[in-house]
C-alpha cells in the first residue's frame, strides 16, 4: 500500500508565493509520474503540473511561468513551488503518484489535499 502526504497550504495574499510538498511511503518499487491536481469549490478536479521520474514536465496553460514543479527520487517527494499567486488560484491542492509497488501491482494513489487560499 503506497500512502501520500502533502504538506504547505495555506493562506497567501495575491502575489505571493508557496510551496506545497508530497512524500510517498508504503510498499513502493518504482513511482513513475507524479502529478499536482487543484479542485476549486463547485469547479472538477484539474491537473495542473506533472513531472515523470526522469523530470520531465508540463503543465496547465493557467500557471504556466508562475509554478514549477520538481521532485526528489532519493526522498519521494515531489514539490510544487507556486509564485505570483492569484485568487484564482484558490483551491485544494491534491498530490498523485503512479507506478510499482514491490509486489509490481500497479498503483494509483492520491494524497488528502491541503488548501491553498489565495486573499486579502
Known amino acids: 500500500q503506497v500512502q501520500l502526504v502533502e504538506s504547505g497550504g495555506g493562506l497567501v495574499q495575491p502575489g505571493g508565493s508557496l510551496t506545497l510538498s508530497c512524500t510517498a511511503s508504503?510498499?513502493?518499487?518504482?513511482?513513475?509520474?507524479m502529478r499536482w491536481y487543484r479542485q476549486a469549490p463547485g469547479k472538477e478536479r484539474e491537473l495542473v503540473a506533472a513531472i515523470t521520474s526522469g523530470h520531465s514536465t508540463n503543465y496547465a496553460d493557467s500557471v504556466k511561468g508562475r509554478f514549477t514543479i520538481s521532485r526528489d527520487n532519493a526522498l519521494n517527494t515531489v514539490y510544487l513551488q507556486m509564485n505570483s499567486l492569484k485568487p484564482e488560484d484558490t483551491a485544494v491542492y491534491y498530490c498523485n503518484a503512479v507506478g510499482y509497488a514491490s509486489n509490481y501491482t500497479v498503483y494509483d494513489a492520491w494524497g488528502q489535499g491541503t488548501q491553498v487560499t489565495v486573499s486579502s
Open positions: 508504503g510498499t513502493i518499487s518504482s513511482i513513475n509520474a
